[in-house]
């Protein structure tokens, strides 16, 4: 008995729904910014995990992306969304959805060199960041900083590795670029919870004129990264359509 196949896995269906996605979504950003913002930014992280969802098929790459989705989704609904901030669980969700991404690019590195270098390179960072954050911050040291220094450094390498691999996934690099330049900013502006920040210095400025640009970036990130997938499978619809013309 022949397999069914969801419509939204064909190139016939795939692109009508990732335009309509996209049209969803910039209505989301218009209500966010124009009726509630924590709701309908929250809504846009949770539609893009939907929509990935939607992609379902047993790829890795399909699979990790969710994860890191839904990673998103538990920290929003901690940072964002929840009228008090609960940092602790924020960061761990958001932890969870750095390593989830990890995997997607290791699973999808051919490499076995760079492969070997990314683990070297990824373990190195997080072991230095957990162990250099209580020795600057000192006696100011919390769980929000380890975790948050964690993620960081798990978060760069993810840039980094994907940049390296960037044909296999070029806009999953770029998302993470935008993800990666959105948590800058929004580092920028948590320092001051551990360090006087003087008036005229570079971090000052970085927070003040930084402040419009963090949530665009990070919406941006949130929406691209299903739609790599979207274009890993158009690219896919295309290879196999080659193989049976030759």
């Known amino acids: 008995m022949p397999k069914t196949i969801s419509p939204i896995k064909s190139g016939k269906f795939l692109l009508p729904a990732t335009v309509c996605f996209v049209v969803w979504q910039l209505t989301v950003v218009y209500l966010m910014y124009n009726v509630a913002f924590s709701l309908f930014s929250y809504i846009c992280v949770i539609s893009s995990c939907l929509f990935c969802a939607l992609l379902a098929d047993k790829s890795r790459s399909w699979l990790f992306t969710l ?8 920290a929003d609904l901690f940072l964002v969304f929840i009228p008090v901030q609960l940092r602790v669980p924020g960061m761990i ?27 070297i390179l990824r373990i190195s960072a997080s072991v230095i960041g957990l162990i250099a954050t209580p020795l600057v ?25 994907a940049f390296l691999n ?3 996934s070029w806009l999953f ?8 330049l959105s948590d800058t900013i929004l580092g920028f502006q948590c320092l001051s919870d551990y360090f006087l920040i003087p008036r005229g210095s ?16 990070y919406i941006i990130s949130q929406i691209t990264i299903p739609l790599s997938v979207v274009f890993g499978r158009l690219n896919d619809v295309q290879s196999k359509k080659a193989v049976v013309s030759d």
């Open 173 to 180: 690099a770029l998302a993470l670029l935008a993800f990666i």
């Open 202 to 217: 570079f971090i000052y400025y970085a927070v003040h004129f930084g402040r419009r640009l963090f949530y665009p970036l």
């Open 67 to 74: 994860l890191g989705l839904l990673g998103t989704v538990g």
């Open 137 to 161: 911050l000192g006696s100011r040291v919390d769980a929000v900083a380890v975790l948050s220094i964690f993620y960081y450094a798990n978060l760069i390498c993810n840039v980094l590795f």
């Open 93 to 119: 969700f958001f932890c969870g959805a750095q390593l989830a991404y990890f995997a997607r690019i290791y699973s999808e590195d051919n490499n076995p060199l760079r492969k070997r270098v990314h683990l």
């Open 166 to 168: 960037f044909r296999k």
